[in-house]
């Protein structure tokens, strides 16, 4: 579609035109904002306008001048006869037909599970490679593809940056948006936990490497190849066919663990285990599943154990056809767990090398002690039910662990992570947390040098605990470096990026999270919070519904949308949503500021009050929540006598919320606010 509406002047060369049906206008928008956020400039056409001769006249234009044309194929499109989606396709198909047949023009994207035969499209869309963007999720890949296919004088559409720290160039600093009825931002961002079951592995592989040449503060993650568009696949959750079906956990486990070194295959892209471990336990046709999380190849399988005996039956499927590609099964002692793992993972790539040509992966040692995989596991089953009982069970599980086997740098990798978990959630002073997760990082790095996680988890304390923004970004970039690909790094870079207001850097990063893990909830909720901060309410609304779609009890995403609605001066509805929250605090803040945006103060006074006490005697760990009452009804001097509580206990939220949440402006020319921002070495960009 075009850009807003009919414009007189001639339309610029070297951009891309995306045409969709209207009720594809999200997906598209995902599209569009992916493609911009690399320099990329899009018509995209976000009226609701049809018709009209001048405006007409112009999307004729826009498609005889534009360099791409992006046609959105979906089951919405498939399901319209008519459109005007249908007279921009025909006008495109037109052109091409005027072009060298090597000159690429047009580039089909699927944003759903929409099949290429029968499906109601032009004969010329058929004979090119179609992309799939789940529900508008753009994979990095495409975004390059697009780029090497503009003419060369795209590269002057990449957006002029200075130079920063360490020749790094620094992003455009992040600006709040100025709104009469602001609200609140609930929840500390628990998106720094995306992918807490993923482990971190060896060294990615050259085609992934960092871009230092585009980077923006800490180096970004370059986009990944064309071909991994082609080169997908999910791991399911293996079931447990043990006789007492009380090895769960260990088939969980072992379906994990052959993710993660499926990962190590350079080419290969592999759906993270957030996105395909929803599906445990549903009896979905593989063929729907596979479209839904955009993949080609489904791994599944068994496991049977007894004592120290294991029975792994594994196969690999054709998300296609449904037909199975390959399958075996084993019989190992427990001893031989990992080689195992390895060993499967190996025939799984064999199976695809002619497709893929990917690498083993390397060989993998013997259990030094299977008592202490089982408390691994154990451990890891634990810190995947993401709660406060869970974190403190998996922490002494993994404590175990390396007190049986201290070279077992997985599980000291995840002790760190179960720190950083506990200070983001703490009931206390978050010091004894943030102190563990250090050493526990330390651990790791003694073992592996190159552990993404431990230098993520180290770059996030820097950052958080320290203010020490020069010690963050340089063990962000060691972690980068070592894995571009661990959804756990990307999360941690891109919040430290919202955190030094560098909008269009944490959405890359958070972009390159979702690409790897396009159904993960706290992924999606972080990318919400990023457009809400910026400004860009629809889209914030968009991601964060999504999460309550994926999990309705999801902890503090009702009050992120009811905070959205505030933003939109939506107060009922927003009320609405608040009362739908589960998450304690996140209920009673969200109420103080609806009641009171509606006028109802008493009701506010009550909310208020409530918090209060709970912030004393319960829940002392988010003192900016209190803040932003306060500051939201207008009672200055108590908005910063909590925000110095939060700076004292080292709350997470102060570092975003209280810089960039519309609901502090009013405290944002006092003197107070840029002495408090100068004490965390930020400078007071607003």
Known sequence: MGEESPKAASAPTGAVFLSYASEDVEAAAR????????????????????????????????????????????ANSERRDEGYFRREWRLAVERAGDMAEKKAFLVPVVIDGTGERGTSVPDKFRELQWTRALAGETPPAFVERVQRLLSPEATTMIRPATRGLSGAVTPKPLRAPWRSKPALLVVVVAAILVAIAYVVVDKFGPSKRIASSSTTGPTSARPQSPAALEKSIAVLPFADLSEKHDQEYFADGMAEEILDLLVKIPHLNVIGRSSSFQFKGLNEDLRALGAKLGVGYIVEGTVRRAGDKIRVTAQLIDTHTGADVWSDGYDRDLGDVLALQGQIAAAVARQLQIGVGADQPPSLRKLTSTEAYTHYLRGLSAYNRLNTEGTAEARSEFEQTLALDPSFVRAAEHLALTGVQAALNQVDFAAPEWRQAQEAAAQ????????????????VMHAEFEFDWAAADAELNKALASNVRDPVTLDFAARLAIHRGWRDEALRRIGASLALDPLNPYALETRGIIYYLSGDYPSAEGDVRKVTQISPTFFGAHCIVGNVLLARNQPEAALKEMDLETSPLCFLVGHALAFHALGRNAESDRALSELLRESVNTYPWWPTGVAMVYAYRGETDRAFEWLEKAYKIRDPDILLWARYDPMFVSLHQDPRFAALVRRMNLPNDR
């Not at 400039?41 to 006249?57: H, I, P, T, Y």
């Open 31 to 74: 599209i569009s904002a992916a493609l911009r956020a690399a320099g990329i400039e899009v018509w995209f056409d976000r009226s609701e306008l049809r018709g009209g001769d001048a405006w007409d006249r112009r999307i004729r234009e826009q498609i005889h001048d534009c360099r791409l044309f992006i046609p959105v194929i979906s």
């Open 444 to 459: 790791a790095l003694r073992v592996d040098s190159d552990s993404a996680v431990a230098h993520a988890v180290l770059g």
